[in-house]
């Protein structure tokens, strides 16, 4: 069984840098051959896939938010993490990190989610 839990602030000032951490137990996924994504989900809005770590310290984008979104990963603690710059009021959402043996190709295209945490943007 594979669990995936968020951790981070829930309130972040515009302009600054949001970062959430996602910490796996169970399988190692994170070095076995799995991509690892964050997702998130404003209010009233669809999931939006933000960008993935694959098995072989690849990253992938959104092109939409590659400007200002870097993933990493820690295998050594069964962790990876988002950071987005620059935020503003729109990346308010609920962040989501994700697991599955592809890269996805929509949104909801993971094998594994964390519970999501809230995080909103506001001075």
């Known amino acids: 069984q594979v669990q995936l839990q968020e951790s981070g602030p829930d309130l972040v000032k515009p302009s600054q840098t949001l970062s959430l951490t996602c910490t796996v137990s169970?399988?190692?996924?994170?070095?076995?051959?799995?991509?690892l994504s964050w997702i998130r989900q404003p209010p009233g809005k669809g999931l939006e896939w933000m960008g993935a770590?694959?098995?072989?310290?690849?990253?992938y984008y959104n092109p939409s938010l590659k400007s200002r979104t870097s993933i990493s990963r820690d295998t050594s603690k069964k962790q990876f993490s988002l950071r987005l710059s620059s935020v503003t009021p729109e990346d308010t959402a609920v962040y989501y990190c994700?697991?599955?043996?592809?890269?996805?190709?929509?949104?909801?295209?993971?094998?594994?989610r964390g519970q999501g945490t809230q995080v909103t943007v506001s001075s």
């Open positions: 994700a697991a599955g043996d592809r890269l996805p190709v929509t949104a909801d295209d993971y094998d594994y």
């Open positions: 169970g399988d190692s996924i994170t070095t076995q051959y799995y991509y």
């Open positions: 770590t694959a098995y072989d310290g690849s990253t």
